[in-house]
């Protein structure tokens, strides 16, 4: 049987990464289906369909998701609205996939992980950092390593022009990625907040000094207003130290290094594109890696690595940022 895929939201976003990353798995693996995809705007439903070869479009959700009976649900909607949706099609029965930031606050994540435990289904929360085929190359790299190896990590994410009322959503990705760097909880964090109001009244750099459960620190510094965009982690261990150039989209390192250094000594380069092919920037970025790592997941008959809960301390620290508290303590 043809494993059914839907999909709700077909925004700016979704056109970008997500509906490419669709097509692409539908393309490569036998008896995929991708049988709908929902938006409140007909005409902007109707594009997708005709766009990444879906069969159906729909404006109405749960009418697509009755009718079709898909094996995994995607949703692609504005923060503002993740947690409501997702509560009601997880408590519908359908494994999802949903874009981050999973809820935005901790209340929200928390609501998101009820409704995920009480229906039972299968999920995962897209954040595609985790996902990058660089991001994966450092990780199998550190892996090598004896656990709590990792001393240090600064995490540079850094802007054009970006002057959102809420920065928070977006800087969520460097919290969540330098904290999969580490694979350990934040125990602590300091945050300082550096206002630049005649730039916007929101408008501020953000610097974390960070604490880890596994004994670990690390520096990230999120800074909209600048003259590059990039995000970049250097990684500390004792004799080693790994410098990662992430591609997301319109990165000025695309297509991104990973760089291993030893006592002084490079003994491993690797480019971007000796990963993947950079040039589809929905691959180097990670988005079509988080879609097919859940597809496939669902279809062997595994539960996905990175669910909502995952995702918790994550929304709750970018949750401090937003309200510019001065510290975060892991209860």
Known sequence: MAFKICNVGCGGLSNRAHGPSFRHYADTH??????????????????????????????????????????????MAPVSLTCELSCAIMEMGYPLLMEKPPGLDGEEC??????????????????????????????????????????????????????????????????????????????????RYQELPDLGPTTANIYLDCEFACGATAHVNFCPITGVL?????????????????????AYDSPGRLTHIVKGETVEDVAGDEVCDAECMYIASGFYGENAAFFDDLRAGRRPAGDVKSGLQSVEIADCMRHRLPEYVRA
């Open 110 to 191: 928390r609501r998101m992980v009820a409704a995920a435990e009480s229906s039972g289904v299968p999920n995962q929360v897209s954040f595609n950092r985790r996902y990058a085929p660089l991001v994966c190359e450092l990780k199998t790299r550190l892996a090598a390593f004896e656990s709590g190896a990792i001393q240090n990590v600064r995490y540079d994410f850094f802007r054009i022009n970006r002057r959102d009322a809420d920065f928070s959503t977006t800087a969520i990705h460097g919290i969540d990625t330098t904290k999969h760097i580490v694979g350990s909880d934040y125990t602590r964090i300091r945050f």
């Open 30 to 75: 036998d008896d995929i289906f991708l049988a709908a995809c929902c938006d409140v705007d007909g005409a902007r439903a109707n594009a997708y369909r005709e766009t990444f070869g879906f069969e159906h479009a729909y404006t109405d959700f749960r009418e697509m998701l009755t009718k079709e009976q898909p094996d995994a649900v995607c949703l």
């Open 230 to 250: 990039i995000e970049r982690a250097t990684v500390c261990l004792h004799d080693h130290t790994f410098f990662l150039n992430i591609p997301i989209w319109g």
